[in-house]
């Protein structure tokens, strides 16, 4: 999905103002909260690829990238090999 909407979300008090393909991520994260989260699903969930097997777009990597920058890099663990997760913060 591609698009030029913004949304607002409310992180820590603070609001934080994403494009259209961020909040797609981060909502994908939060349905899947502490869950890891391959790159092909967020390419077929939010990209709408059908075959993503042979995909090699770094859209995935830069989106996670620019969320990160804007709601905390710690937010957003990388797992090798396998995708991203949202990390639950621990009381």
Do not use: P
């Amino acid at each position: 999905m591609c698009s030029n909407e913004e949304r607002t979300i409310l992180l820590d008090g603070q609001f934080c103002t994403l494009s259209q393909t961020e909040y797609d991520v981060f909502t994908l994260l939060i349905l899947y909260a502490g869950e890891v989260i391959s790159r092909e699903k967020f390419l077929h969930d939010v990209w709408g690829y059908k075959d993503c097997s042979k995909i090699t777009t770094r859209s995935v990597d830069m989106c996670i990238n620019r969320l990160r920058d804007k709601i905390g890099a710690s937010r957003i663990e990388s797992v090798y090999g396998k995708g991203y997760k949202l990390v639950l913060q621990q009381e």
